[in-house]
């Protein structure tokens, strides 16, 4: 599929972003400093967006860096900061036994499955990308219109759902940090 | 619908293309530093007028090569890293906030349109698809300099500065965000050519005036506490925190940092004229060989306009606490951000939609700020208070220090 329609730009693009994937997802689960984690991570984010880039998907692209890059590693290098960063970690103390070989076969079978999905069927979840009547979506200006069409259209309920679902989730939040602090008062 | 907002690109890239786009971003770099120089000449002899000083006046005319002078000094000098510092990290740092600060001016729009050896060419170094969000994504980048840059001294009020810095300018994203949502909206497109080309017409159709001034307002305070700039500088408030994120770092490393603040007020300034006053849009003379400079002066009269007005704001107003920075962000701007949006949606599908949700927008606002009253009213043991509390109550460190004075009774007996 990769090789047929491409051009060398094209290529070296992808080659790019891949190797910042792969390369900043090494440095998550191999660096010791949870921080140099956190970096890596925001690595791993830019290759995805050009990635996203790649195939005109603009939008995207840039949510990737705005929402993941921008906001949510930022609050992973926050509760990291608060915590404290272990400075000598107990590497070799495993709190479940046997932990490293049922991590290997997860991901073994997590990345057996992508990949079988893969081959089978169109995408990872076996359906055709969010299009309007089938077509593709095309890049520039009416990428966004498209989108913002699909999304209030076909996936409104989808989509709606998801904002309350975010919403109970920092009613949740707060409600905890406030009960805490109340029985503390009250001591 | 072309594929490509750029009509440079369009056509195909060839050499030609390429050694244009090669020269646009040489030449916007080149502009940028030498407008960060006068800016910070600028703010400095400003300042000193209006604090009846002289300000600089040794080097040039007026002082005006003091930047200069700075700078060279700045780099000769040793450069220190603490011995507790993450030292990858903390040399990271400076880039990570001068680098968005550099690539914001790329998608601003600074003039018309010019033509070299047959291809058109739009003076802004980028005019991506998704235009304005590039702006959003830089400024949510930047939040990562500052952070890392006080994590990484391994001091303890550069640390308290940076989760000070990464909370307010998150908080004040939020409120660009949405303000950007209600520009995009008139305009009916994100690329900023095009947010530009649709406040060309006049005055009236400025998004300054087109959209009620609010949005304006917003924008305007909301990207000055984004760039940590006075009366929001509480991230670097002397009185507290020393010199705050940047207290650790000295020669030229402090110069990037320094370089960084004023890049992003020459930006802030730019990207205030592209948004709300029509950009390079101007009277220009009816002169073929004339009609392509006028746009770029109206753009720096513009711009030096609001840059001026950024350092009016550090001469005039007092700084604000933190948690009255918070305040303002969450409860103030983001809700009155958010209700001007609906306004002006509701205006641009038919006028009674627009009166309605004034309507809706005025109703909910009587409630909210009658739920922040009673909130208030609740007194200090019912909301998380401010600034100065302890996380462990009073009573506990009591006990805990009164056991270690009383060194007779061991704690285990107690």
Excluded: C
């Amino acid at each position: 599929m990769l090789a047929l329609t491409t051009t060398w730009p094209d290529l070296l693009v992808f080659i790019t972003a891949a190797a910042l994937i792969v390369v900043g997802a090494l440095g998550v689960i191999s660096l010791t400093n949870p921080v140099h984690s956190a970096l890596s991570l925001i690595i791993t984010l830019f290759g995805v967006a050009l990635s996203f880039l790649e195939q005109s998907a603009d939008f995207l692209a840039a949510v990737e860096i705005i929402v993941y890059a921008g906001a949510i590693v930022v609050l992973i290098l926050f509760v990291i900061m608060y915590l404290g960063v272990d400075r000598h970690p107990h590497d070799e103390v495993e709190p479940l036994v046997g932990q490293r070989v049922f991590a290997a076969l997860g991901a073994l079978v997590t990345v057996g499955g992508i990949i079988t999905l893969m081959a089978k069927s169109h995408w990872v979840t076996g359906v055709m990308s969010a299009s309007m009547n089938g077509t593709s979506l095309s890049s520039g200006q009416g990428e966004i219109t498209q989108l913002g069409q699909s999304v209030f259209t076909t996936y409104l309920v989808a989509f709606e759902v998801t904002a309350a679902l975010l919403i109970i989730a920092v009613l949740g939040a707060v409600q905890l940090a406030r009960r805490d602090r109340e029985s503390e008062v009250e001591q | 619908m072309n594929a490509l907002a750029d009509p440079l690109l369009s056509g195909g890239v060839t050499w030609a293309v390429l050694l244009i786009v090669l020269i646009k971003v040489v030449l916007a770099f080149a502009v940028v530093m030498i407008a960060v120089m006068l800016m910070v000449w600028f703010e400095r002899k400003a300042i000193s007028d209006m604090q009846s000083r002289i300000g600089p006046q040794r080097w040039g005319p007026f002082g005006i090569l003091q930047t200069l002078a700075d700078g060279i000094k700045l780099f000769f000098k040793e450069d220190i890293i603490p011995a507790e510092a993450d030292r990858v990290v903390f040399k990271a740092a400076p880039y990570l906030v001068l680098i968005p600060a550099l690539v914001t001016f790329s998608i601003i729009p600074v003039g018309g349109t010019v033509t070299i050896a047959g291809h058109t060419v739009q003076l802004q170094v980028a005019n991506p698809p998704v235009g304005i969000l590039v702006m959003l994504a830089m400024s949510g980048l930047s939040v990562y300099g500052v952070m890392l840059a006080g994590w990484s001294s391994g001091s303890k009020y550069p640390l308290l500065s940076s989760v000070r810095a990464s909370a307010q300018m998150i908080s004040y994203e939020a409120v660009l965000g949405m303000t950007i949502v209600t520009v995009a909206m008139a305009s009916g497109s994100l690329t900023t050519r095009d947010i530009v080309d649709a406040q060309a017409r006049g005055v009236w159709h400025w998004n300054l005036v087109h959209l009620g001034v609010v949005p304006f307002v917003i924008f305007l305070i909301a990207i000055t506490a984004e760039s940590n700039r006075p009366p929001f500088d509480v991230v670097e408030a002397e009185s507290e925190l020393v010199g705050g994120y940047n207290t650790e770092y000295s020669s030229i490393r402090f110069a990037l940092f320094f370089l960084a603040e004023f890049m992003n007020t020459v930006t802030a300034s730019a990207m205030i004229v592209t948004l709300f006053l029509g950009g390079p849009a101007g009277w220009a003379p009816h002169v073929a060989y004339l009609r392509w400079i006028f746009p770029i002066l109206w753009f720096i009269g513009k711009t030096t306009a609001l840059a001026f007005t950024y350092v009016w704001f550090r001469g005039a107003l007092p700084r604000l606490r933190y948690d009255q920075v918070m305040e303002l962000g969450w409860k103030r701007l983001i809700p009155l951000s958010l209700g001007w949006l609906l306004i002006v949606a509701g205006f641009m599908v038919k006028i009674a939609y627009g009166f309605a949700m004034a309507a809706a927008v005025i109703f909910a606002g009587t409630l909210l700020s009658r739920a922040f009253e009673i909130g208030a009213q609740r007194g200090p043991d019912a909301v998380l208070s401010p600034v100065g509390d302890r996380p462990v109550s009073e009573e506990n460190i009591r006990e805990y220090f009164d056991d270690e004075d009383d060194s007779e009774t061991p704690r285990g007996e107690k």
